[in-house]
């Protein structure tokens, strides 16, 4: 049965409408009406007192060599990549989300993404921030305590401590869970905050686990690793004020740019070699009438200036000739040379030697 008139405008309209959706999703959107920034609530500081106390009890654990460091040792000696071979290939690829700069560019795209269409620099500075902190803190603990990893541990049941290594604590197990964390720190619904938790507490989970199942680090690594990220995402409150300020500054920075690249459209660069007359003061009118009437009169000029002969050579063009005008009619002009003031008792200048001709009368 053919479609009727009606039934083909409702598709039609249905059709716009949907489109319309369409675009309207692919819009940027405004900067949301309500950005919670998380603040440091009783409940966060207990946390991070509890992960902080945790973290020294690992490392105090370790350096006095206690059960955690035999547990290390049962746990190397049992070589689990060696019990279950199967996985190996797997896992090789999975804690790749454990490293820092893979997942910092992943991470970093998204929200930059975040950040384009919320008008904000929020997401990005705050990124920044974190991984400069787990930079620092995680490198300097590092450094400072040099434990060996367990490929290259020399006497069984020792800690390994102050050795020159750099494996305590785990960087993959840390940087995943400050990555993958801050996704769920910067969720602006509960819902999402909720589910991006429960994700990168699945992710940072996995890493260290399998950084102990590939022997690259010992259980006590990856518990400390774990408290060390932890401490970070719970102090980035503290550092929402410096983030702002930053953020705001950064704009600030932007409209000088802007306000240059405008003043610098307004001046276009002169054709032809010519320059702007705007860029250099004119002269006043009555300056320049003055000094035409200081100056000796010219006499105009043909407009076009040099003509040329039907020959094709170029002929010069002599102003108007003035009308000739006769002797007696002219104004005497006295010499500019002679200072002299005239006499009128001198009628010519005395010969040498002779005497002046006498005045009849006398």
């Not at 800690?159 to 910067?186: C, K, Q, R």
């Not at 909720?194 to 992710?203: D, H, I, N, Y």
């Not at 063009?317 to 002009?333: N, W």
Request: one cysteine or more.
């Amino acid at each position: 049965m053919p479609d009727g008139p009606g039934l083909s405008l409702t598709r039609c309209n249905v059709d716009s409408v949907r489109t319309d959706r369409i675009f309207a999703r692919l819009d940027r959107e405004p900067e949301p009406p309500k950005i919670e920034i998380p603040g440091m609530s009783r409940t966060r500081t207990a946390i991070f007192g509890s992960t902080l106390a945790f973290y020294i009890a690992i490392v105090w654990a370790v350096l006095i060599t206690s059960w955690l460091v035999a547990l290390d040792w049962k746990i190397m000696l049992f070589r689990p990549y060696e019990q279950w071979p199967e996985l190996h290939a797997f896992l090789d690829y999975f804690v790749v989300l454990g490293q820092r700069g893979p997942t910092a560019v992943m991470v970093a795209a998204w929200l930059g993404w975040r950040s384009w269409r919320q008008h904000t620099l929020r997401p990005l500075l705050t990124l920044g921030a974190s991984l400069l902190l787990l930079n620092v803190t995680v490198g300097a603990v590092k450094l400072g305590l040099g434990r060996r990893g367990p490929h290259y541990a020399t006497e069984i049941g020792s800690a390994e401590m102050f050795a020159g290594g750099d494996i305590f604590p785990s960087g993959h197990t840390a940087n995943a869970v400050v990555t993958w964390g801050i996704l769920a720190y910067l969720a602006t619904t509960p819902r999402a905050r909720r589910w991006l938790s429960v994700l990168s507490a699945v992710v940072a989970l996995g890493v260290g686990a399998t950084t102990v199942y590939l022997g690259t680090h010992w259980v006590s690594d990856v518990l400390l690793g774990w408290a060390a990220g932890l401490l970070i995402l719970l102090s980035l409150p503290w550092f929402e004020p410096l983030i702002g300020r930053t953020e705001a500054w950064i704009f600030a920075v932007r409209e000088v740019w802007r306000d240059r690249r405008r003043l610098g459209a307004a001046r276009p660069a002169p054709a032809g070699g010519r320059l702007s007359p705007g860029l250099f003061p004119q002269r006043h009118p009555t300056a320049r009438s003055t000094a035409q009437a200081d100056g000796p009169a010219r006499e105009p000029v043909a407009a076009g200036g040099a003509g040329r002969s039907p020959g094709g050579s170029r002929t010069a063009v002599h102003p108007a000739q003035r009308p000739h005008t006769a002797r007696s009619e002219r104004t005497p002009v006295t010499p500019a040379g002679s200072r002299r003031p005239p006499h009128a008792d001198r009628t010519g200048a005395a010969r040498p030697g002779t005497s002046p001709r006498p005045v009849a009368g006398g």
